[in-house]
């Protein structure tokens, strides 16, 4: 059973810039899917960006301002968000192949 603990959320001004983590419990492998996803106010959980065997891919509307990145050592995966907008408001959950985290939240607003 892994675990998996988001940290780094929080509020932050519009045009701010979040680096949020998630910590797995057990060593993580680049053979499973791994990523970030969100889920807003009275929205369905959606995909952020991930990591499928080494390569990264993000949604749409945080190409350009979203950076994932993993340190296998460390066995910890992060997000560097730049640019945030209002729209990102949500809370932030780490996936790990069919594991969850329980989540950290980051409020965009002046």
């Known amino acids: 059973q892994v675990q998996l603990v988001e940290s780094g959320g929080g509020l932050v001004q519009p045009g701010g810039s979040l680096r949020l983590s998630c910590a797995a419990s057990?060593?993580?492998?680049?053979?499973?899917?791994m990523g970030w996803y969100r889920q807003a106010p009275g929205k369905q959980r959606e995909w952020v960006a991930q990591f499928t065997q080494g390569l990264r891919d993000y949604e749409d509307s945080v190409k350009g301002r979203f950076t994932i990145s993993r340190d296998n050592a460390k066995n910890t995966l992060y997000l560097q968000m730049n640019k945030l907008k209002p729209e990102d408001t949500a809370v932030y959950y780490c996936r790990y192949a069919n594991y969850w985290g329980k989540g950290t939240l980051v409020t965009v607003s002046s």
């Open positions: 057990e060593r993580i492998f680049n053979i499973y899917v």
